[in-house]
């Protein structure tokens, strides 16, 4: 199935065709006017240039006023080959369709809302014959019985137009064309941005480089400069207000030459707040006696600091270089 873009806005129109896939672009004067245009035909000429296929509205009220505006705009510099007109199904309308494609034109009979307007479409040579979905469904209508059965004529009589499934409103649509089996689907930028989204595919893809990271990224990569550090002649008065400043829920104390003495807590301030009072703030942090801290170099992967977090449920891990405390590696982090 070909996949067409529907725009008339050339920042979009840019973006989408990086993607590389896309058969070409339809558009029309509405389009156009909406996008504040005044020069048509200089905006032909240059998406001409950008897109692989253009297909743009070829307008008379009669075929050989039809004729002579796709000749005119052929004369702009178009390529017969990757341009087609975009005429609307009239008796006038089908009559020119079979002037065009006598003339190895491409066509493209649209704003096709019945079986028997196709059909005329389609005896006439129609490369395509579009009919619009979304705006026959504003009325009421069962479009999408429509397009089958205009899929179907193709199949069973031979005809060699494309159904071009148009005026797509939502992702659905794209379900119901490929569903159905349209030979060509139109669709707005804003559909097709989407067409690729599900919740399910976004919480694998972040799992996946979650777990890649583990295995291949350093603790040491992973720190986020915030390295809380007192002395051990600092009181626990100064030592709370370093914790404060830096918004963590513990800070290295160090000794003369960097050396690690220990790592004081939230949870260990608690502790004596309750056991001591108040009077423990004016406390020197070098005495109090510390446990062997929970710590990592900071040259391993960030799976072993995965596996101490799993394995001590602490929130944060010192990180140290050589022994020597060089910042904290929080949960959050990971």
């Not at 939502?170 to 804003?190: F, M």
Request: aromatic share 6%; hydrophobic share 40%; proline share 3%.
């Amino acid at each position: 199935m070909e996949l067409y873009l529907d725009s008339a806005d050339l920042k979009e129109i840019e973006e989408a065709f990086k993607l590389g896939f896309l058969a070409g672009l339809t558009t029309t004067p509405t389009f156009m006017h909406r996008e504040g245009i005044t020069d048509i035909d200089a905006m032909i000429v240059k998406l001409s240039k950008i897109v692989p296929v253009l297909q743009i509205e070829a307008l008379g009220d009669t075929a050989d006023q039809i004729l002579k505006e796709a000749e005119r705009q052929l004369a702009l510099g178009l390529d017969p080959k990757k341009t087609v007109f975009k005429i609307p199904v009239s008796l006038e309308g089908v009559k020119a369709c079979k002037l065009l494609r006598d003339n190895n034109l491409l066509v493209n009979v649209h704003l096709v809302y019945t079986l028997q307007q196709a059909y005329m479409a389609m005896s006439a040579g129609a490369t395509y014959v579009c009919p619009l979905v979304g705006r026959l469904q504003d009325q009421g209508h069962d479009a999408i019985r429509l397009v089958e059965e205009c899929v179907d004529a193709v199949d069973r009589y031979g005809y060699d137009s494309k159904i071009m499934f148009s005026s797509v409103r939502y992702p659905e649509h794209i379900r119901n064309a490929i569903n159905i089996g349209v030979h060509t689907i139109t669709v707005p930028w804003k559909v097709m941005k989407v067409l690729t989204e599900n919740n399910l595919t976004a919480l694998g893809t972040d799992q996946f480089i979650e777990h890649t990271k583990l295995m291949t990224k350093k603790v040491g990569e992973s720190l986020n400069g915030v390295n809380p550090i007192v002395s051990s002649n600092s009181t626990l008065s100064d030592a709370i207000i370093k914790m404060t400043e830096y918004g963590f829920g513990c800070v290295t104390v160090v000794g003369d030459n960097n050396q690690l003495v220990g790592v004081f807590t939230d949870g260990d301030l608690r502790r004596k707040l309750s056991g001591e009072g108040r009077n423990i703030l004016e406390k020197k942090m070098g005495e109090f006696t510390y446990n062997a801290p929970i710590s990592v170099e900071s040259n391993q992967l960030l799976n072993v600091a995965n596996d101490i977090f799993k394995k001590t449920k602490v929130d944060t891990i010192l990180v140290t270089d050589n022994g020597k405390p060089i910042g904290m590696l929080d949960i959050q982090d990971l």
